[in-house]
């Protein structure tokens, strides 16, 4: 059993920084993608940054140049580093590991493991 869980929420005020933390253990050697997303109350979740097995990273448009995602191999571990957060970043975030066993691996094929999620507030 895969089991995920994210660290390093916060209250940061506007213009601050923040790392976000994912533990992930059990089995994942059928990695097929390691992502963050976030979500706001009432909306839908949306993917802010992925990175693949390979280490392809994919970002929102809405946070490229301010975030990176990053991973430890080793440690099965996955961060996020947030520079000059705005308000709108708010939102809980969640570490999200997609584990695929096909020969033709996909996103809509995966398995989906989530963590709780972590809060970060950006506000004065």
């Known amino acids: 059993q895969v089991r995920v869980v994210e660290s390093g929420g916060g209250l940061v005020q506007p213009g601050g920084d923040l790392r976000l933390s994912c533990a992930v253990s059990?089995?994942?050697?059928?990695?097929?993608?390691m992502a963050w997303y976030r979500q706001v109350p009432g909306t839908q979740r949306e993917l802010v940054a992925s990175?693949?097995?390979?280490?392809?990273?994919n970002y929102a448009n809405s946070v490229k140049d301010r975030f990176t995602i990053s991973r430890d191999s080793n440690k099965n571990m996955l961060f996020l580093q947030m520079y000059s957060l705005r308000p709108e970043d708010s939102a809980v975030y969640y570490c999200?590991?997609?584990?695929?066993?096909?020969?033709?691996?996909?996103?809509?094929?995966?398995?989906?493991?989530w963590g709780q999620g972590t809060q970060v507030t950006v506000a004065s």
């Open positions: 059990g089995d994942i050697a059928a990695l097929y993608q």
């Open positions: 990175i693949t097995d390979r280490g392809r990273t």
């Open positions: 999200n590991v997609a584990l695929n066993y096909g020969l033709v691996p996909s996103l809509e094929t995966s398995y989906l493991y």
